[in-house]
């Protein structure tokens, strides 16, 4: 097949799937006789991404595969076709989501641990019911509570590939601020979550990660004070 109509057709299957497409299913948009190897769809796909460098939307690739979506420094203006108001998520969702992510699998005691607060089955219903976090398994100690870990959505919706995508807490030792006081857009259509900004994640860990090391602090001062 001639060079720019692949690319042609790899571009238009991927902005009207809707949801991430892997490598394997673009070559099914092929017969047999006709299908690119994995390398040269690796290649068109990645000339697609050069050439929407510099443009509103980008070809990002996720856990899930490649998908078209809105550049964050265009979000602001694009998030203004929905009406409705952005959904809100405590920050105590978010740091246990946090915490899920970075310390799977971990049962609900162990974050319970961590943050020296309960974690209400609210957050945990709702955290399941977004499909960002699953029951993994459960721990081989009495009573056997159950294993959370996250999901593939949970990285498709934070411009992840995978785990180690995540950035570590060194790395986000520097952001100055929690974006948008930890909340993020559902589009209406289909109430699909808008995927976060690449820094949004790390700003929760920067948090969460300062949270602690206060407790920490109160807890030793009040030891102090008892002593």
């Given amino acids: 097949m001639d060079a720019e109509i692949l690319k042609k057709v790899i571009e238009g299957a991927v902005f009207a799937a809707g949801h991430p497409l892997t490598i394997e299913q673009l070559g099914f948009l092929f017969d047999e006789a006709e299908r ?54 405590s920050r105590a969702l978010l740091e246990t989501l946090a915490l899920i992510a970075y310390r799977q699998p971990i049962t609900r005691s162990e974050i319970e641990e961590i943050r020296g607060v309960s974690v209400s089955s609210h957050i945990i219903k709702t955290l399941i019911e977004r499909d960002w976090i699953r029951v993994a398994g459960h721990r081989d100690v009495p009573g056997r509570p159950a294993l959370f870990a996250t999901t593939r959505d949970f990285l498709d919706n934070f411009n992840l590939k995978g785990l180690a995508e995540l950035p570590s807490l060194s790395e986000i030792r520097d952001l100055d601020r929690i974006n948008e006081e930890l909340q993020f857009l559902e ?41």
């Fill in 36 to 89: 690119p190897d994995v390398a040269t769809l690796r290649n068109v796909l990645e000339a697609l991404m050069q050439d929407y460098q510099d443009r509103g939307i980008e070809l990002k690739e996720v856990a899930s595969g490649f998908r078209f979506q809105v550049r964050q420094e265009t979000g602001p203006w694009v998030s203004r076709l929905w009406d409705e108001k952005p959904s809100r998520y």
């Fill in 187 to 227: 589009a209406q259509a289909g109430g699909e979550v808008l995927p976060l900004a690449d820094d949004q994640m790390a700003s929760v860990m920067e948090e969460l990660e300062a949270d602690i090391q206060r407790e920490r602090a109160d807890d030793a001062h009040k030891d102090e004070i008892y002593e």
